[in-house]
C-alpha cells in the first residue's frame, strides 16, 4: 500500500491502518504500508502506530503525486495499491485484488464515496466487472467523464516502476497512472466497491484552486498514454 499524507492531513490515518489491518489476506501474502509525507513536518508519522509494517517517510513538498512515488521507493512487495490517507478499505479489498492479478497487470475497483453524515453512494458509471476493453478509460477522460475512480488502482509493482509510478502533477496523478498502465496491458475491473472514498471539507479537490489546472493536468495525462502506446510496448 502505498499513502501520500500532509501535516493537517492526517486526522484519518488511523481509521485508514485499522481498515488495513482488519484485511484477510490469501496464504502467504502479507501487506506493508508506505506512508510518505508530502512535506518534512515529520506530524502524520507521529500519529502512525508502533507497527514493523508501516514503512513512513517524509520529504520536500511536491504534492501527493510525487509523494506517491517517493513512498513506493520503500515498497518490496510483488504488487502496490492506493490508499489515500482520508479513506477506508472495505473488507476484502486486497485479497480481491491479488486474485486478479494473478492473471493481468492491473486492475481498479469501485468505491463508495463516504458523505459526513456516515451515509454512502456509489459511483454512477461503474463498468462491468471483468475485463476492460482496450483504450477503455483514454477514451472516457479524452471526453471528459473517467467512469472509475482511478484512487482504487492495484497493479505490479514492476509495472508501476516500470511506467515511472505517479507523474508529478498538481493532481490527477491516480488518472496519469491508470492511463499508462492501460497503454501497455490489459486490466480487470472490480465491481465489488473495495474502499470508502470520503467527502470532507478539507480534501484535496474541495479547494477551489485545484480546478485551476484540471484542462492542464488533463492534456499531460492523456498525452502521456497517447505517447506511451504509440511506441507499441507492451508489458509481459
Do not use: K
Not at 21 to 47: A, K, M, T
Not at 51 to 57: A, K, Q, W
Not at 111 to 135: E, I, Q, V
Not at 153 to 173: I, K, Y
Amino acid at each position: 500500500m502505498v499513502t501520500p499524507v500532509v501535516s493537517g492531513g492526517h486526522r484519518y490515518l488511523r481509521e485508514a491502518y485499522d481498515s488495513l489491518v482488519q484485511q484477510e489476506l490469501p496464504s502467504g501474502w502479507e501487506w506493508e504500508w508506505c506512508v510518505q509525507e508530502d512535506g518534512d513536518s515529520g506530524v502524520p508519522g507521529r500519529e502512525l502506530p508502533e507497527d514493523p509494517r508501516v514503512l513512513s517517510g517524509m520529504g520536500l513538498a511536491g504534492r501527493a503525486g510525487v509523494a506517491r512515488t517517493m513512498g513506493l521507493s520503500r515498497a518490496s512487495g510483488e504488487v502496490v495499491r492506493c490508499l489515500d490517507a482520508d479513506d477506508v478499505l472495505l473488507p476484502g479489498a486486497l485479497a480481491r485484488d491479488i486474485e486478479r492479478l494473478q492473471r493481468v497487470a492491473w486492475c481498479v475497483s469501485a468505491g463508495l464515496d463516504l458523505h459526513p453524515d456516515g451515509s454512502t453512494s456509489a459511483g454512477p458509471y461503474d463498468p462491468a466487472d471483468g475485463a476492460l476493453a482496450d483504450g477503455r478509460f483514454f477514451e472516457e477522460q479524452a471526453r471528459g467523464q473517467l467512469s472509475v475512480l482511478a484512487a482504487n488502482f492495484a497493479g505490479h509493482t514492476g509495472l508501476v516502476r516500470a511506467l515511472g509510478g505517479w507523474p508529478a502533477l498538481t493532481g490527477q496523478e491516480t488518472i496519469g497512472l491508470l492511463l499508462a498502465a492501460e497503454a501497455v496491458a490489459t486490466g480487470e475491473f472490480i465491481a465489488q466497491p473495495s474502499m470508502l472514498y470520503r467527502q470532507h471539507p478539507a480534501q484535496t479537490t474541495a479547494a477551489e484552486n485545484y480546478w485551476d489546472e484540471h484542462d492542464i493536468r488533463v492534456e499531460a495525462v492523456l498525452g502521456r498514454a497517447r505517447d506511451i502506446r504509440a511506441q507499441g510496448w507492451r508489458w509481459v
